[in-house]
């Protein structure tokens, strides 16, 4: 068995799409933009923060690379609740949950409640073993206060779980055929 063959994700009725082809491309990008497009209508409609900085990240993980473990629904939203959640502590640790953001005069306590946040974060999601990395922005974006009421997060997690929605339905029209909640599995060699 060679290391190549055991790098193989057989997943049955899959196409073969590769990112680096200009037409697959224009196509990551433009069902990005898509995405990301209604969510801002959702929140222009609403009024509410529906559209935050850790969705573009995650929107191309779930496009251009939809095989991957950090695209599966699992690991975004598990992880995005994680960064959600372990802002909303490192606020509380620091006594700033109710404080307003400042991002031009950072304080001591808001620099404490960002170092806390990023270490809790990448602390769950790797012992949980669901990394995604945009949900390190998300834990900053709630940590530093941009986002942090209750209605903030409940509208952040309804973003984040539009956004898989999303990503699913387009994916499957790509042709992908993947798991509903557990990453794709890769298949040993010989099985």
Known sequence: MTAESTDRVEVQSQPVHNPERPREAVLIAIVCALALSA?????????LPWVFPSLGPTAFILFATPLSASASTKHTICAHLIG??????????FGLLWAQPDL???S?????????CTA???VLMLVLKVPHAPAMATTLIVALGMLRSPQDVAVMTLAVLTLVLFGRLVNHLRGYRLPWWEPVKAEPDGM
Request: aromatic share 2%.
């Open 120 to 122: 809790l974060t990448a």
């Open 39 to 47: 969510i801002a209508l959702i929140a222009a409609a609403s009024h």
């Open 108 to 116: 001591l306590s808001r620099a404490g409640a960002v170092a806390v």
């Open 104 to 106: 031009n005069d950072v």
């Open 84 to 93: 959600v959640f372990t802002g909303l502590a490192a606020l509380a640790m």
